[in-house]
């Protein structure tokens, strides 16, 4: 099955610097990546999300990144807020009705 | 408009105690999804409904987890002879006909004590 790895584990930046946080996966059939935030004593929310049929996806202050052939992908967040503290989660899956497989998490820390 | 909701908020129960944990998903929503979520993991998935049907259900653990979904909406949880193991956040999560965008709950954490 697949296999996602994220890193780091934690990442702790000052407001206003950029976080990047990466992903790799194993099945090369996976074609939907999202990425989610989730905050203490709540469910992950959906941020962005990628397809295989392009490299580059952005939205405001958030960017997500797919090298295909090398089977990674990154999330980019430029101007970091103290709110973007959170815990975020990579995913990759085939699509569809198939169920996605999970990161282990990234815990951002933004200081202000 | 509503999203996922899940209830109870916090369950703790002893050991080999019977358990129900209840998700009302996205009105509409046909896809129906439980994971389980350890302390510093990713969320795990458990089961997969399309409908009334559990269109996958190779997630669950071992025979004490089962889950049904009667009426294509609501779906429950039910976990019998509750282990400390079982200690975790149970999330719920939906979607539009089985798309790929999932909306998740708020989970509700069991504690097995």
């Known amino acids: 099955g697949e296999n996602v790895e994220q890193h780091p584990s934690t990442l702790s930046v000052q407001e206003g610097d950029s976080a990047v946080i990466k992903c790799t996966y194993s099945?090369?059939?996976?074609?939907?990546f999202p990425w989610y935030k989730q905050e203490l004593g709540k469910g992950p929310q959906l941020i962005i999300d990628?397809?295989?049929?392009?490299g580059e996806k952005k939205d405001q202050r958030i960017a997500v990144t797919l090298n295909k052939t090398a089977k990674h992908f990154s999330l980019h967040i430029t101007e970091t807020q103290p709110e973007d503290s959170a815990v975020y989660f990579c995913?990759?899956?085939?699509?569809?009705?198939?169920?996605?497989?999970f990161g282990r998490g990234t815990s951002l820390i933004v200081h202000p | 408009g509503a999203g996922v909701s899940q209830t109870p908020s916090n369950k703790v129960t002893e050991k080999g105690k019977y358990v129900e944990l209840r998700c009302d998903p996205i009105?509409?929503?046909?896809?129906l999804y439980w994971y389980r979520q350890s302390l510093g993991q990713g969320p795990e998935f458990l089961i997969y409904?399309?409908?009334?049907?559990?269109?996958?259900d190779s997630g669950l653990p071992n025979d004490r987890f089962f889950a049904v979904r009667p009426e294509g909406s609501v779906s429950t949880l039910k976990i019998q002879r509750t282990e400390r193991g079982d200690s975790a956040v149970y999330l719920c999560?939906?979607?539009?006909?089985?798309?790929?965008?999932?909306?998740f709950g708020p989970g509700t954490r069991l504690t097995v004590t």
């Open positions: 999560a939906s979607s539009f006909r089985g798309e790929d965008e999932q909306y």
């Open positions: 099945d090369s059939a996976s074609n939907y």
């Open positions: 990628i397809r295989s049929n392009v």
């Open positions: 995913a990759a899956s085939k699509g569809g009705s198939y169920i996605p497989t």
């Open positions: 009105s509409g929503h046909t896809a």
């Open positions: 409904f399309q409908g009334t049907g559990a269109a996958d």
